[in-house]
């Protein structure tokens, strides 16, 4: 399967603790983007990378939670000190774009946060 | 401040008749509009998408079109069909930000 990839689909945690979800985007994307979606809502933009680059992070990103992208490859997103709001699904996707439009988002299946 | 809007969370429509999804957008900077489709327990896929400077795109059963004056844009599928049961998002960028609705719950009955 070539698509985009995230790891692990579903994480219970307690109140306090920290979590990191790893994406492994489309291979030859050089974009990578994060969302958050809560139930009856869209996904919410969170931040993006152009290869390693993070070039936009979204207000919605607290000092509570990091992103990376070594190497330009796969990215991980921290939450540290996790609430109860954190309670989500954190979706990756990926694209190929050149130029300054984003272009198609091919997103993976998400990962489920649930903050007890 | 919600600047993409769907603003009917679900919609009943008869197998074999056309399903039309509404959408509309405040920041008249987006130049290209996009249509998602999310079945449960995956991610969005997508659908269909339009530059700013066309009114209409075809793809086979899907046509989305847009009316820049009305920020106002709409999927057409015709005819519809059980596998279009889903929630469809629609979407807009502006540089390389996609911001999104919150979706439109479509029902195909039988």
């Known amino acids: 399967d070539t698509g985009v990839s995230q790891d692990p689909r579903h994480k219970i945690t307690k109140r306090g603790q920290n979590v990191t979800f790893r994406c492994d985007p489309i291979?030859?994307?050089?974009?990578l983007y994060w969302y958050r979606q809560t139930l009856g809502q869209g996904p919410e933009f969170l931040t993006y990378?152009?290869?390693?680059?993070?070039?936009?992070k979204s207000r919605l990103l607290s000092d509570r939670f990091s992103a990376e992208r070594p190497k330009g490859s796969f990215s991980t997103l921290e939450i540290q000190r996790t609430e109860q709001g954190d309670s989500a699904m954190y979706l990756c996707?990926?694209?190929?774009?050149?130029?300054?439009?984003?272009?198609?988002?091919?997103f993976g299946e998400g990962s489920r946060l649930t903050v007890l | 401040d919600q600047q993409v809007k769907q603003n009917s969370p679900s919609l009943s429509v008869q197998e074999g008749r056309i399903s039309i999804l509404n959408c509309d957008y405040t920041?008249?900077?987006?130049?290209?509009f996009l249509w998602y489709k999310k079945y449960p327990a995956e991610g969005p896929t997508f659908l269909i998408s339009?530059?700013?400077?066309?009114d209409k795109n075809e793809d086979g059963r899907f046509t989305v079109f847009l009316n820049k004056s009305a920020k106002h844009l709409s999927l057409h599928i015709v005819p519809s069909q059980p596998g279009d049961s889903a929630v469809y998002f629609c979407?807009?960028?502006?540089?390389?930000?996609?911001?999104f609705g919150k979706g439109t719950r479509l029902h195909i009955l039988p």
């Open positions: 920041n008249s900077m987006f130049d290209y």
């Open positions: 291979s030859e994307h050089n974009r």
């Open positions: 996707a990926s694209s190929l774009r050149t130029g300054r439009a984003a272009g198609e988002l091919f």
């Open positions: 339009i530059s700013s400077i066309k």
């Open positions: 990378f152009q290869n390693e680059a993070q070039l936009e």
């Open positions: 979407a807009a960028s502006v540089g390389d930000k996609i911001i």
